[in-house]
């Protein structure tokens, strides 16, 4: 943990519906116990998917995915391996950028992440990479063959996802405090 | 997780109001993801207490600790050292009792709880003794001192505390597979 105790708020951002998972830059967001408002990962419940194999696909079950969290350090080193001049955190579907977590995606399950504004989240674990954000990513550089390398590329640096334990609004240049979980 | 292979529901329990956390026996019970509706512990939200030490007592923080089981094996085994005929589940406030589960207390967090009917758990850790069921236990038997005895007694076999994956009905009878978390 102590590899993150330097972490500050650089974005915000939200999907604009939930035909895509692209998000936008926000001046701040609110953030409710089950998730970002208006946001494509909103909500209490979500149909279970290929990572959640102890319930048939589509089972309805909690959500503890809702909020994505990327680091500008590992964002810079995928770009490096991809050999792209950056990885934007719209194409990552992320939800918040932070700076000073190179090691991000490493965090525990069950840390806790104290936003200074007053907003605390749970980290659910590392966000195994997928071909969706490949696709934007190719899309965005126009050039063949990074959807599939961008998985490769991600792996271990794509962030995490987080559920929501203290509602409140997130903004930029907030710091973060990175606690064990009680 | 291989010691609680064989685990079975003997009984499904909740409290009557919310002034008192004794439980009583139902023929099954409707698990929701905010938990029991009617029971004491139902809510997406709960007031910080003494064991969430990151906010301010009272802070509304997202409920993970909605269902409590304990297990018939770790109530013998309080009510033996009590030297007391039984210790029941009502006094403890739980919501299932189940057999099989010898160390049900030690179930890591993050692990799931399958239920036969189709409701599954995730358990949120061991469920640390407080004073309250010892107060039920001390009037329930009628001997006193019994109320701090069963803090020292109960200490790693008070059973663990869940928060809902899989929303459905509860019921003795049904058997329960424990898998890792996903």
């Known amino acids: 943990l102590g590899a993150v105790s330097e972490m500050k ?15 936008f830059a926000m001046q701040s967001i609110r953030v409710e116990v089950a998730g970002i408002p208006g946001d494509r990962h909103y909500g209490l419940l979500r149909p279970a998917d290929g990572r959640q194999k102890l319930y048939p696909r589509g089972t309805p079950i909690a959500n503890r995915r809702q909020i994505s969290i990327v680091s500008a350090e590992e ?4 770009a490096n391996s991809l050999g792209v001049p950056s990885i934007r955190p719209e194409w ?8 000073g977590a ?3 995606s490493a965090l525990p399950r069950g840390a806790r992440l104290l936003f200074s ?5 749970i980290c659910e674990g590392e966000n195994l990479p997928c071909v969706g954000p490949g696709e934007l990513v190719e899309r965005a550089l126009g050039r063949s063959g ?8 991600a792996m ?4 995490i996802v ?10 930029p240049g907030e710091t973060v405090r990175v606690a064990e979980g009680s």
């Open 75 to 78: 964002c810079a080193r995928i």
């Open 156 to 159: 271990g640096r794509r962030g």
């Open 9 to 23: 708020v650089l974005s915000v951002l939200m999907t604009r519906d939930s035909s895509s998972f692209e998000t």
């Open 102 to 104: 190179p090691a991000l």
């Open 146 to 153: 990074l959807r599939s390398a961008f998985v490769q590329a």
């Open 92 to 99: 990552l579907g992320a939800n918040v950028l932070v700076s």
């Open 117 to 121: 504004g007053g907003t605390g989240l």
């Open 162 to 171: 987080c559920s929501v334990e203290k509602e409140g609004m997130l903004a």
